[in-house]
T-cell receptor, first 111, second 112 residues
Framework: GQQLNQSPQSMFIQEGEDVSMNCTSS?????WLWYKQDPGEGPVLLIA?????ELTSNGRLTAQFGITRKDSFLNISASIPSDVGIYFC???????????FGTGTRLQVTL | GAGVSQSPSNKVTEKGKDVELRCDPI?????LYWYRQSLGQGLEFLIY????????KSGLPSDRFSAERTGGSVSTLTIQRTQQEDSAVYLC??????????FGPGTRLTVL
């Protein structure tokens, strides 16, 4: 099935650094979502974006819904060790419908 | 806990055998989804149930895969004549209508 292009694939950063990752699609989505997955767990929703151009924050996380509706980015400021995990973007064409996921960004934080 | 639960957490089977994976959604959630996550990959949609409507089966990779949802609650994903390429983590999610999808911890399937 289709997967969204997500970059970078992995990143090693030092504690306290800011992180940026993005996701692109050849298709338009009406909703963009960012999830975090810890080992052995299912993904957990971090941020949801519902409107083109929307910029939304959740604590140290900020995400934007691209104007073209074909891309989104996620920023994490002042990273901490518990930010370690795999981050996935996901697009949705309508509410209450399937999610199309990105390929994931594996984040590792060094002290 | 009131989250989505899945069983078994791990399943090892031999090629050619059938397997059943179970999902217990959050009580009252009307929508239920199955996704598959291969090693190092993102999640791939398999099937979606919404209330009494006909399920969206557009993501099922072959006719060896089927799923049912009984009584609008528990769901079972069945894979017949398993192949090695079926090895993956199978994740279930539920939502209350159009709201956020909550994921279970998944079932890790290994086909030898």
């Amino acid at each position: 099935g289709q997967q969204l292009n997500q970059s970078p694939q992995s990143m090693f950063i030092q504690e306290g650094e800011d992180v940026s990752m993005n996701c692109t699609s050849s298709s338009i989505f009406n909703t963009w979502l960012w999830y975090k997955q810890d080992p052995g767990e299912g993904p957990v929703l971090l941020i949801a974006l519902y409107k083109a151009g929307e910029l939304t924050s959740n604590g140290r996380l900020t995400a934007q819904f691209g104007i073209t509706r074909k891309d989104s980015f996620l920023n994490i400021s002042a990273s901490i060790p518990s930010d370690v995990g795999i981050y996935f973007c996901a697009g949705q064409t309508g509410t209450a419908s399937k999610l199309t996921f990105g390929t994931g960004t594996r984040l590792q934080v060094t002290l | 806990g009131a989250g989505v639960s899945q069983s078994p957490s791990n399943k090892v089977t031999e090629k050619g055998k059938d397997v059943e994976l179970r999902c217990d959604p959050i009580s009252g959630h009307t929508a239920l989804y199955w996704y598959r996550q291969s090693l190092g990959q993102g999640l791939e949609f398999l099937i979606y149930f919404q209330g009494n409507s006909a399920p969206d089966k557009s993501g099922l990779p072959s006719d060896r895969f089927s799923a049912e949802r009984t009584g609008g609650s528990v769901s079972t994903l069945t894979i017949q004549r398993t192949q090695q390429e079926d090895s993956a983590v199978y994740l279930c999610a539920s939502s209350l209508g159009r709201d956020e999808q909550f994921f279970g911890p998944g079932t890790r399937l290994t086909v030898l």
